[in-house]
């Protein structure tokens, strides 16, 4: 079947450490993949779009990786902040339909000062 | 523009009654998305519409859901009968998809309680 996999426990974070997350999926072509952050009580916002064909995108002090070997991206904070605290998911847009945008569970990041 | 606009922002009723969740989404987006939120299953796609046709709805937990768009600037979702267990946060979101933009633009969610 298909899945994507996050880290379900919390990740702690010493402020100024760079923290890195981890989104794994199986059974998936995936055309893009996107990063969301979502705060309590909020909708998700989004931050970075990655494509297939495309290794590494940055913005600002976020990196995204894609690996298609490994079926696996990772996220980037450098430098963090413990404004960077929340929630944050992966999702997909599989090219069997390229328009539909599918979640992973999400991973709480918590950036202690 | 005002963002995706959601209503009611939260909800509770009885078990058995009928409960409608509305969506406005930005205007000139083409794709429209209810998603449901609980801490045991995460975020869940239940049905998505392109151009105001529903495109897949294989995520609609069961027939007591139901979701229609009349046109490009609402939509609802409506659960009838409620059950407890549909008890979570709905979202709605919209974007205008292409290949350059595919970002999802989400509401503030409706929380539902049914008791």
């Known amino acids: 079947s298909q899945k994507i996999e996050q880290n379900s426990e919390a990740l702690n974070i010493q402020e100024g450490k760079t923290a890195t997350l981890t989104c794994n999926y199986t059974?998936?072509?995936?055309?893009?993949l996107q990063w969301y952050r979502q705060d309590p009580g909020r909708g998700p916002v989004f931050l970075l779009l990655?494509?297939?064909?495309?290794k590494e995108k940055r913005k600002e002090r976020l990196k995204v990786t894609f690996d298609t070997t490994l079926k696996q991206s990772l996220f980037h904070i450098t430098a963090s902040q413990p404004a960077d605290s929340a929630t944050y998911l992966c999702?997909?847009?599989?090219?069997?339909?390229?328009?539909?945008?599918?979640f992973g569970s999400g991973t709480r990041l918590s950036i202690r000062p | 523009d005002a963002g995706v606009i959601q209503s009611p922002r939260h909800e509770v009723t009885e078990m058995g009654q009928e409960v409608t969740l509305r969506c406005k989404p930005i205007s000139g987006h083409n794709s429209l998305f209810w998603y449901r939120q609980t801490m045991m299953r995460g975020l869940e796609l239940l049905i998505y519409f392109n151009n105001n046709v529903p495109i897949d709805d294989s995520g609609m937990p069961e027939d007591r859901f139901s979701a229609k768009m009349p046109n490009a600037s609402f939509s609802t979702l409506k659960i009838q009968p409620s059950e407890p267990r549909d008890s979570a946060v709905y979202f709605c979101a919209s974007n205008h998809w292409d290949r350059d933009s595919t970002e999802a633009f989400f509401g503030q969610g409706t929380r539902l309680t049914v008791v």
């Open positions: 059974n998936y072509s995936p055309a893009y």
């Open positions: 990655i494509r297939e064909n495309e």
């Open positions: 999702a997909f847009l599989p090219y069997s339909s390229a328009s539909k945008i599918i």
